[in-house]
């Protein structure tokens, strides 16, 4: 499982890094072990949780094979003036104290890549058991978890990953245009050797979709660290199908480029996988009152706004 999970944090430090500017709050108590938390924690909004977040909390949970749901769940995040790498460890031993005084034990599954796996559990009132993993770089420590609840309980949260039919109807005609998200970190980057100031990191995502039945989707993510760039860049096309208030995108191309400025010989490009994804259509509201198309499955939840 740790081996999956190292696989994505690439794209997971980029697009944390990208939210730390903004849809964030900030945090003094869990919302799920109502612990208190490390000085200058934010949480990050659940709409804003990168899917790759989510999709790293769900392999923890497939781990069990079945026997696990997700409930709710939580990311949080250290970053800022305030934060150095070498407070990580402070960091997660005042997080363990005081999950010890609120009566849970905490276990450390593994570590590898620089992700660490643990548990949380406690059994007075009742059992709870709650899974998740951190990592730590030199800009953020970033520490996501879920509580995790057997297939028959009638527990539910709105954080976890349900079905939902609220907004649902026919989008066929709807969807056609360009939707786009992205967001840009507010903090600079300075070039140490030509001067440059950049921001220091940013991503921005595009879906077209056409009256013809084809969809095109364009992914950049890129993060600055001392000055060198890290860029991911995806370029996916083929056709889609709406059923009711669900959509299928069937690729027929899904190209993948890593570029890093300062290590060139890590560049690489590949054709991916070209599978077909199905996701929930929603439409939401944003906070000027303009709509939203939302694209949900159990890795999370995306939104884009539709171009003029």
Do not use: H
């Not at 409930?71 to 790498?85: C, D, H, P, Q, T």
């Not at 879920?146 to 079905?163: C, D, F, I």
């Amino acid at each position: 499982m740790l081996n999956k999970l190292y696989a994505i944090i690439p794209m997971l430090l980029l697009l944390s890094i990208a939210v730390f500017s903004q849809e964030t709050e900030n945090a003094t108590t869990s919302t799920i072990t109502n612990t208190q938390l490390p000085n200058n924690a934010v949480r990050i909004l659940p709409n804003s949780i990168p899917a790759e977040v989510n999709a790293g909390l769900k392999q923890i949970v497939d781990a069990g094979e079945g026997k696990l749901i997700a409930g709710e769940r939580e990311v949080l995040a250290w970053a800022g003036e305030n934060y150095k790498m070498s407070d990580v460890g402070n960091l997660i031993n005042q997080l363990q104290s005081n999950l010890q005084k609120q009566g849970w034990t905490y276990e450390v599954g593994g570590t590898d890549g620089g992700i660490t796996v643990f548990s949380v559990f406690k059994t007075n009132p009742t059992r709870r058991v709650v899974l998740g993993f951190y990592v730590p770089t030199d800009d953020a420590l970033v520490l996501a978890w879920t509580e995790v609840l057997s297939p028959n309980s009638n527990t539910k949260n709105e954080n976890s990953v349900q079905p939902s039919t609220s907004n649902a109807g026919n989008f066929s005609g709807g969807i056609v245009g360009t939707w786009t998200n992205g967001n840009f970190s507010l903090i600079s980057e300075k070039n140490l050797s030509n001067g440059a100031i950049a921001s220091r990191g940013g991503s921005t995502f595009k879906y077209v979709f056409n009256s013809n039945g084809t969809f095109e989707f364009i992914g950049l993510a890129n993060s600055t660290m001392y000055g060198c760039t890290t860029s991911l860049f995806n370029d996916k096309r083929g056709k889609y199908e709406v059923n009711g208030s669900t959509i299928t995108l069937v690729p027929t191309k899904n190209f993948w480029r890593k570029q890093n400025r300062c290590a060139p010989n890590s560049n690489s490009e590949q054709n991916y996988k070209l599978d077909r994804e199905t996701f929930e259509l929603r439409t939401k509201t944003d906070e000027y009152g303009r709509s939203l198309i939302c694209l949900a499955d159990a890795k999370g939840e995306s939104c884009y706004r539709k171009e003029d």
